[in-house]
């Protein structure tokens, strides 16, 4: 089983940025595929960002390519979301999630329990 424990949420005004981290415990991550999803109120979850496991391809939605950047150390067993000219609507749940396969757009076998981004207009 792995753990992810997620950190860095918060409040920021349009325009800030955030960088969000997960910690994960129970396994080593080094060959999982990792990545975030995020679900904001009322609306479906929906898939951010993914990198590999050796962080040589990182994957974004459109709605955050060039703003988002997902990294990973996996030495530290942590995989990062740097967030950039946050908007209003980047406003959600952002989870942490990782795969020993592969992350898809619509799932993966591990979850963490989400950290709360709010970006004021």
């Known amino acids: 089983q792995v753990q992810l424990v997620e950190s860095g949420g918060g409040l920021v005004q349009a325009g800030g940025s955030l960088r969000l981290s997960c910690a994960a415990s129970g396994r080593t991550i080094s060959s999982y595929d990792l990545g975030w999803f995020r679900q904001a109120p009322g609306k479906e979850r929906e898939f951010v960002a993914r990198?590999?496991?050796?962080?040589?391809?990182?994957y974004y939605a459109v709605s955050v390519k060039g703003r988002f950047t997902i990294s990973r150390d996996n030495a530290k067993n942590t995989v990062y979301l740097q967030m950039n000219s946050l908007k209003p609507d980047d406003t959600a749940v952002y989870y942490c999630?990782?795969?020993?396969?592969?992350?898809?757009?619509?799932?993966?076998?591990?979850w963490g329990q989400g950290t709360q981004v709010t970006v004021s207009s």
């Open positions: 990198v590999t496991w050796d962080g040589g391809h990182a």
């Open positions: 999630v990782a795969d020993p396969f592969i992350v898809t757009t619509t799932k993966a076998a591990y």
